[in-house]
């Protein structure tokens, strides 16, 4: 049967679950953003910037010590490289690209480990927006470093002290600032989660990942991989990095944060462990209580440590065209090290769980070609590795 696909649902996930007064902003932003990335010049001023501002194409790494050390043939994409140092500046460059031209000139935008307000923050000032940032208390003082950063990008940073003080209620405090100004304001969501048209736009903006990828490794290898490997928190670098491959016989496969063991609880993987729900504007997998509470995540990894993901990961789950594993604390710990003894490379914490699946027993075929999509470096990850390392 020739279905016509519904718009801002992946199979019976996404959608628009938002207050009333939201849906005509979120029906705009969704037709300005199909006007804007089918305008060739659209297109060309955010692939000029991306190229002589964030420093796109990224390079693709043989990490040859770490193809010896695993008996896999391992290839790193490097978003690390970046200006700002992870993935997350494609998305915020696109969105605040789009909220100019939609003539908004306040930007609002939330933030966990600060990395997204960081790069929101940076754009903002590229652009001469205005910027507000919601984040947790306690992400405040985890964060006090980035916090920095975004003041002194001329950003305002909001402590949002309501529920557990973390990223989650940063959201919702973000959607209850853009109920009240959204005539003037865009908000920049950092994942491709949340209601329609945030999941499909940040995949769009993020998908350059995947298509650099793919012509990269053609040119140098002849042919696809055989495997790429994300690491999963709200989906963005995943999807990004995915998207380009769905339609080729290449595995992929998408880490959660595992924590500290699923059987113990204390994780932040909606996919492996978790149910559908409504979380955010979006009917997507996420981790909830049997009344729907959503429950705590834990995860050493800010960046991962999210109770819900992006509605075209549960798609994608349903249908196993990806699979999606978890890498816990120790084992992503494990990983961090690893790579940088091996390969001069420090990931992110978040990134360290990507990485970790290529020591995940009988996972891999010994002798895969694998591309693990590098989302960011660790710079801001030191001290507390240095504190859990011991060294
Ligand atoms: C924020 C972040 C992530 C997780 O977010 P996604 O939307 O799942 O990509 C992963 N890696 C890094 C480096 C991050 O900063």
């Known amino acids: 049967m020739n279905q016509e696909p ?33 305008d060739p010049e659209f297109r060309s001023t955010f692939e000029s910037l991306s190229r002589d501002y964030v420093g796109r194409p990224t390079p ?18 490097r978003e690390d490289l970046c200006h700002t140092g992870a993935h997350k500046i494609n998305n915020a460059l696109g969105q605040c690209l789009l909220a100019q031209r939609m003539g908004k000139k306040r930007i609002i935008a939330e933030t966990g480990a600060g990395q997204h307000g960081v790069a929101t923050a940076t754009v903002c000032a590229l652009f001469g927006l205005e910027c507000e940032v919601y984040m947790g208390e306690e992400d405040c003082a ?4 980035n916090v920095f950063r975004m003041k002194l990008l001329g950003a305002k940073v909001v402590p949002v002290r309501s529920g557990t003080k973390t990223l989650k209620d940063a959201l919702n405090e973000a ?7 959204v005539r003037s304001t865009h908000y920049v ?4 989660a949340g209601p329609h048209p945030y999941p499909h736009m940040v995949r769009e903006f993020q998908s350059v990942i995947g298509s650099e990828t793919r012509t990269q490794y053609q040119e140098r290898h002849g042919r696809l991989p055989d495997v790429g490997i994300a690491c999963v928190g709200g989906g ?16 992929l496969i998408g880490v959660e944060a595992g924590g500290l063991g699923l059987p113990t609880g204390h994780h932040a993987a909606p996919l492996s462990a978790g149910s559908p729900g409504v979380l955010h504007g979006s009917y997507s997998y996420m981790m909830q209580d049997d009344d729907g509470q959503v429950l705590p995540t834990h995860s050493v990894s800010a960046g991962l440590d999210y109770p819900g993901v992006g509605a075209e990961h549960s798609y994608l789950k349903d249908t196993a065209r990806v699979e999606y594993v978890v890498a816990t604390d120790e084992e992503a710990l494990a990983a961090f090290r690893r790579v940088a003894e091996l390969e001069g490379l420090i990931p992110a914490f978040e ?24 989302s ?9 590795a240095s504190r859990l390392l011991g060294l």
């Open 6 to 38: 519904q718009p801002g649902r992946f199979g019976q996930f996404g959608g628009r679950y938002v207050p009333e007064t939201l849906v005509p902003a979120l029906e705009e932003l969704a037709a300005e953003f199909e006007l804007a990335w089918s």
């Open 60 to 77: 693709l790494t043989e990490a040859n010590r770490l193809s010896e050390s695993t008996g896999l043939q391992v290839s790193v994409k």
């Open 142 to 145: 985890r964060q006090e470093l």
């Open 175 to 181: 959607m209850r600032d853009w109920v009240t100004n």
């Open 189 to 192: 969501i950092g994942t491709a």
């Open 236 to 251: 963005s670098n995943a999807i990004g990095f995915f998207h380009a491959f769905l339609g080729d016989d290449v595995r």
């Open 351 to 374: 990134t360290a769980h990507a990485f970790a699946a290529l020591w995940q027993a009988g996972l891999l075929q010994p002798g895969s070609r694998v591309v693990v999509n590098m």
């Open 376 to 384: 960011g470096r660790g710079d801001k990850d030191m001290e507390r």
